[in-house]
């Protein structure tokens, strides 16, 4: 009998064969009828452009019919609904529903996922030290979920199976709501077994708590490494930053000539323990899980296992593009590369 074929055979004999990108994706079998729609839309998977970067083939992603765009997100923060309590302290609070859709992740592939709020990442939630946060979970999907936040909280408000109110099964609700600590970047996802598959299918987002003495103001983004199992082989075939695949090389991200910009950089991948990010033609401070004022080095790549996450500085001290990427080929050629494109 033949061994399923799967994008971890096919690079192992990468080396020896010498097969491109194009080739790889091409030749792997998709689930979720996504085979068939990219044959029908020619989105056979990456290829070289005419200026040598890689892209995918086939058109454009449908942001609209998503519902949601990858550049939107890239600066869309949510401070919630704010009132104040009665000991003079701010409450946020927000709403976060759990649904099944399906999205286009790249030209004329389909992916069946589950997001919060019809997004993946889900909302970026953001609040301040000692903020009280309450967030509402509806679970709207077919399946139990929760939601799991990092950071420091009573045990009842972990969303894990038999803590609080544990799984939240279809048509549920519950409440978490504790104080906002510690400050840094924190991320939030679902924590019903098999995990993997979980947040491997979107049900994951960034909370980020500014300490009480800001942070100096910048050009801030937040880009959230994930990528797509097509084919149920607990292997990725399409990689990216904030879910859409060489979004941020169509279309590059637009900074300024000096001015400090700030990257909330957050690592959700499954199926790969590690991710990287690499940035071209520049240095960036590095601030891991952004809970120090004192950033531990001055760098070009950083290597994040998975749910690790930090703050990246830097400024621009030349005009132009310059590329950033995961330092995995095979990450960069599947989907996770971009571009700044700096002007004075």
């Known amino acids: 009998m033949s061994k399923r074929l799967t994008r971890r055979r096919l690079l192992g004999a990468v080396p020896a064969v010498g097969l491109g990108a194009t080739a790889l994706h091409a030749a792997i079998p998709h689930g979720h009828g996504s085979a068939a729609a990219a044959a029908e839309h020619g989105a056979s998977g990456a290829h070289a452009t005419g200026n040598g970067h890689a892209a995918f083939r086939g058109g454009e992603v449908d942001h609209r019919a998503n519902g949601f765009d990858p550049h939107t997100i890239l600066r869309d923060f949510d401070r919630g609904r704010t009132s104040r309590m009665a000991d003079g302290r701010t409450l946020r609070e927000w709403t976060l529903i759990a649904s099944e859709h399906e999205i286009e992740i790249a030209p004329g592939v389909r992916f069946t996922a589950w997001s919060y709020n019809g997004r993946i990442p889900g909302p970026t939630l953001r609040a301040t030290e ?34 609080g109110d544990g799984e939240i099964g279809p048509g549920g609700r519950t409440v978490y709501e504790f104080d906002a600590a510690p400050y840094g970047l924190q991320l939030y996802h679902c924590h019903v077994r098999p995990l993997a598959e979980h947040i491997a299918k979107g049900l994951y987002g960034t909370l980020i708590i500014d300490p009480q003495q800001p942070r100096a103001k910048a050009d801030e983004m937040i880009m959230v490494m994930n990528g797509f199992d097509t084919n149920f082989d607990r292997a990725n075939e399409l990689y990216a930053a904030n879910t859409i695949g060489f979004a941020y090389s169509d279309k590059p991200v637009q900074v300024k000539r000096g001015e400090l910009v700030r990257v909330y950089l957050v690592n959700v991948l499954e199926y790969d323990l ?43 001290p030349n005009t132009g593009k310059y590329m950033f990427h995961a330092h995995q080929s095979e990450f960069t050629e599947l989907g996770w590369m971009g571009f700044f494109e700096v002007s004075a």
């Open 274 to 316: 590690i991710n990287s990010f690499h940035l071209h033609g520049n240095f960036f401070h590095y601030f891991p899980t952004g809970s120090s004022r004192q950033p531990s080095e001055f760098t070009d790549t950083v290597m994040l296992c998975q749910g690790q996450r930090g703050i990246l500085e830097m400024r621009f």
């Open 130 to 163: 000692g903020d009280r946060l309450k967030i509402t979970f509806i679970n709207g999907g077919r399946h139990p979920h929760t939601i799991h936040f990092h950071g420091i909280h009573p045990a009842a408000m972990d969303g894990v199976a038999g803590l």
